[in-house]
């Protein structure tokens, strides 16, 4: 079988289109979780939204709810907000309503400069590490149990 390679040092969105698509292909056939993930209102956004008195996003939280698990995505505070626990009670209202979606676990990354300490203090475990990512610093995977 001959073959061709060919390679690029910039961005291709088609290619990395096409193998997305493959990939998701072969995901489909081998988990049905992955399958029914794709379908419509599979995945439940939940976005909690924080502005100041004049409507000015000063925060908030984005997550998604699937396979019976939270996954908090993006989780943000500008600094004058940060400390008041604001952000405690952010992620508390988030995991309630996990809960009654139906959710029992929680997921998310955190680099070590970032809110990885914060996260323990609210009975997450780190259950992944990558060092030195960036350099100097870690990436973590976190997990807490809702049930």
């Not at 995901?27 to 439940?44: F, L, V």
């Amino acid at each position: 079988m001959d073959h061709h390679i060919e390679i690029l040092l910039q961005q291709n969105e088609s290619f990395a289109a096409f193998l997305q698509g493959k990939i998701r292909e072969f995901n489909n056939e081998h988990s049905i979780y992955h399958k029914e993930i794709r379908q419509k209102k599979a995945i439940q956004p939940v976005n909690i939204i924080v502005s100041d008195d004049n409507g000015n996003w000063i925060g908030g939280l984005y997550a998604e709810i699937y396979w019976n698990w939270l996954e908090i995505n993006h989780f943000w505070f500008h600094e004058d907000y940060r400390g008041k626990g604001l952000g405690g009670n952010l992620l508390s209202q988030c995991e309630n309503i996990a809960k009654e979606m139906g959710a029992t676990k929680v997921l998310l990354t955190t680099f070590e400069f970032q809110a990885r300490a914060f996260y323990e203090t609210k009975g997450y475990q780190v259950v992944g590490e990558i060092k030195d990512y960036p350099p100097g610093s870690s990436y973590y995977t976190m997990v807490k149990a809702l049930i």
